[in-house]
Nanobody
Framework: VQLQASGGGLVQAGGSLRLSCAAS????????MGWFRQAPGQEREFVAAISWSGGSTYYADSVKGRFTISRDNAKNTVYLQMNSLKPEDTAVYYC?????????????????WGQGTQVTVSS
């Protein structure tokens, strides 16, 4: 199983970025997928998750209304559209595969991880 995250970069506050995570080596459409982020000196925190079909999503309160998670099972890819970015959104963003049913809000509830992509929001 491989997850390859991309799309990070430097953006000004109020701007937008779209992250992508391409998956291979497993039946992508069978799994809940999630995004986490980790800022320097902080623990990895949950950002968003999406059901196997894409019909249900779940967000951390800190990003609700600004971020949108989506997936394209035909392309084995999950996305994170980030709008109205704030300096506190600065972090390395990781995609991950959930190994069980139900939303997973803790990193130990995910078994495979992408390599991370840096998002930096300047004020």
């Amino acid at each position: 199983v491989q997850l390859q995250a991309s799309g990070g970069g430097l953006v000004q506050a109020g701007g937008s970025l779209r992250l992508s995570c391409a998956a291979s080596g497993h039946t992508f459409s069978s799994y809940i997928m999630g995004w986490f982020r980790q800022a320097p000196g902080q623990e990895r925190e949950f950002v968003a998750a999406i059901s196997w079909s894409g019909g249900s999503t779940y967000y951390a309160d800190s990003v609700k209304g600004r971020f949108t998670i989506s997936r394209d099972n035909a392309k084995n890819t999950v996305y994170l559209q980030m709008n109205s970015l704030k300096p506190e959104d600065t972090a390395v963003y990781y995609c991950a595969r959930r190994w069980a049913t139900g939303w997973g809000l803790r990193s130990y509830e995910y078994d495979y991880w992408g390599q991370g992509t840096q998002v930096t929001v300047s004020s």
